[in-house]
């Protein structure tokens, strides 16, 4: 099959749909499938072979921050030549809201287009303004995939309709396969994620320390993720800040490695998340979780079945279930085995095998993929040349 | 006088021009209507099929079989105002032989067992994609048709006002290790 998938953000710059587009790429790539991804890049950059660059994308104030997108007259001509040189069987497009080349690949194309909703921004005043714009666009989709219950709802409820929910995919083996590294191992918490970023949770988990180590006062807290480290540790007491060991960006051996090597797994995110991969990495890794018990993560661990749940945003409620973790290796054993045996679901070969199955039901029947000719204002008068 | 008469055409044009889009965005949806009905229906074709094969192989117990290949042949036959009905009663058919992980064991060990519940397994999968993606086709259709504008029109011509296919398409847990769908 002739794939074509569009990516909304630079491929420059590292992000979750990025690197699910990659892995989703790669995947199909093994399966024997043709595979071709349109992305917003830099000239320099170098890009997988699979890679065709749109061009560099311009930041703009969006949606509350700054966005790298790609629009303008010129982007929607590489759409069209990527989309008549390709002559794909079907296209998945990715983030087909965010103003960039989804939307514009979902303007200019005819035929069977799939499309991925990531975020569940809650509806946003622009969104509200440009429905009238959006809704020709977007209902030429054909299929709509969401990656979480969660995300289905918000979408239902923003643009109607319905989607199937297919989860974001990891490899489940290259966690589970990781060697545990000794020097993070015995009464360790992990936390991977932006320090600065608050809704990732770490002040949360900083509040809840002093109690975790007040009860077990050999556990140490290791950090993965960029940051000022200074600052994270500054509500902490003088004594317990070296308790705390902050490496860095680490690479993804080393996430890996350190998923594995860790006591508890602790994901205390406040909000905006829609699905949770890296709750679903540590399940893989065999690490025991505990999580804030946002829509999103309750999903992934099965209702608190695969992992413990804490009431969003209350350090004494983490501080407990904590400690009773840490405390308790039977229950830990308990939760690596469910873990494991529950995180098969989101291994790739179950969700490529499911969007591959999307792309079979929107292609059965329908005609290749094309530039809609009907969007020029000369193709209306039967003036565009043909060719 | 002739200015009047340039601004009256000028506005004609572009009602026109819409009018031209708006019908052109209505022939889409249909087209894509049409598309998702009959990849649905081949995805339910395909299950009864998968269903009405399983049940004549001898893989499963003769109770089992008769039970499923009278649902399979009565949702292959059924008239297009039955269908809905009969695809559902196929659905809770196969939920009751195969509610039990223990039963696809089962039927697994059996020789060519293997294949026919993989088979199986992503028929019924595909039905409850299929009939979403339908549904949602048909959805965006209906918006668009009950606008003013298409309505005074008559944009839509004769074509019928579409209808969404509505059943009970909740596979088997034991065949569908899956969550939120």
């Keep these: 099959m002739k794939i074509g998938i569009v990516c909304p953000y630079s491929w420059d710059v590292p992000g979750g749909v990025q690197f699910h587009i990659r892995d989703l790429a790669d995947h199909l790539i093994r399966q024997g499938h043709h595979v071709s991804v349109l992305a917003p890049a830099d000239d320099e950059t170098p890009l997988p072979p699979y890679v065709v660059s749109a061009g560099r994308a311009v930041p703009v104030p969006y949606n509350g921050s700054v966005a790298r997108l790609n629009f303008g007259f010129l982007s929607a001509a590489r759409v069209r030549r990527w989309l008549h040189d390709g002559t794909f069987d079907v296209i998945h497009i990715h983030e087909p809201t965010s103003p960039s080349l989804g939307l514009l690949t979902c303007w200019a194309a005819r035929g069977p287009i799939v499309a991925t909703f990531h975020t569940s921004n809650p509806r946003s005043r622009a969104m509200i303004a440009a429905y009238p714009i959006l809704q020709p666009a977007l209902e030429k989709i054909s299929a709509r995939v969401a990656v979480s219950e969660y995300a289905r709802r918000t979408l239902v409820e923003h643009l109607g309709g319905d989607a199937v929910v297919i989860p974001n995919g990891v490899d489940v083996g290259f966690f589970a396969r990781a060697e545990p590294n000794a020097e993070w191992q015995g009464g360790t918490i992990g936390f991977i994620g932006r320090i600065d970023e608050p809704r990732k949770g770490l002040p949360v988990l900083m509040k809840a320390l002093p109690a975790i180590l007040a009860a077990r006062p050999e556990t140490r807290l290791l950090v993965a993720g960029r940051g000022d480290e200074e600052e994270a540790v500054a509500s902490l007491p003088e004594g317990m800040r070296g308790r705390v060991e902050f490496l860095g960006m680490v690479s993804d051996e080393d996430k890996a490695r350190l998923l594995r090597s860790v006591d508890v797994y602790i994901a205390p995110n406040t909000g905006g998340e829609s699905f949770g991969i890296i709750l679903v990495e540590a399940l893989s890794a065999g690490a025991p979780v505990l999580a804030s018990d946002l829509d999103a993560f309750a999903q992934v661990l099965d209702q608190g079945a695969a992992g413990d749940l804490f009431a969003n945003e209350d350090a004494d409620a983490l501080a407990a279930a904590a400690v009773r973790l840490l405390a308790d290796p039977d229950r830990r054993a308990g939760l690596r085995e469910r873990g494991s045996a529950h995180v098969r679901r989101f291994d790739w070969s179950t969700v490529g095998a499911d969007i591959l199955a999307v792309y079979e039901t929107v292609t059965d029947g329908a005609a290749a993929v094309d530039a809609d000719e009907r969007t020029g204002l000369r193709a209306r008068f039967g003036l565009a040349a043909r060719d | ?181």
């Design chain 2, 1 to 181: 006088m002739i200015e009047t008469l340039i601004w009256i055409a000028v506005a004609l044009f572009a009602v026109g021009l819409y009018l031209s889009w708006t019908a052109g965005r209505l022939d889409r949806l249909h087209s894509r209507m049409d598309a998702a009905r009959a990849a649905l229906d081949a995805q339910l074709l395909r299950r009864a099929s998968v269903t009405q094969e399983l049940a004549t192989s001898g893989v499963l117990d003769p109770a089992a079989s008769i039970v499923l290949y009278e649902s399979a042949h009565a949702a292959r036959q059924a008239e297009e105002e039955q269908r809905e009905v009969a695809e559902s009663e196929l659905s809770a058919a196969l939920r009751a032989v195969f509610g039990e992980t223990a039963q696809v064991e089962a039927v697994k060990e059996i020789p060519g067992g293997q294949e026919a519940t993989r088979e199986l397994a992503a028929a019924v999968r595909r039905v409850p994609m299929a009939r979403r993606f339908h549904n949602d086709a048909v959805r965006a259709a209906r918006a668009l048709r009950t606008h003013r504008t298409v309505r005074l029109f008559r944009l839509a011509g004769h074509a019928p006002f579409p209808l969404a296919f509505e059943m009970d398409d909740e596979p088997p847990v034991a065949l569908a290790d899956r969550p939120g769908t």
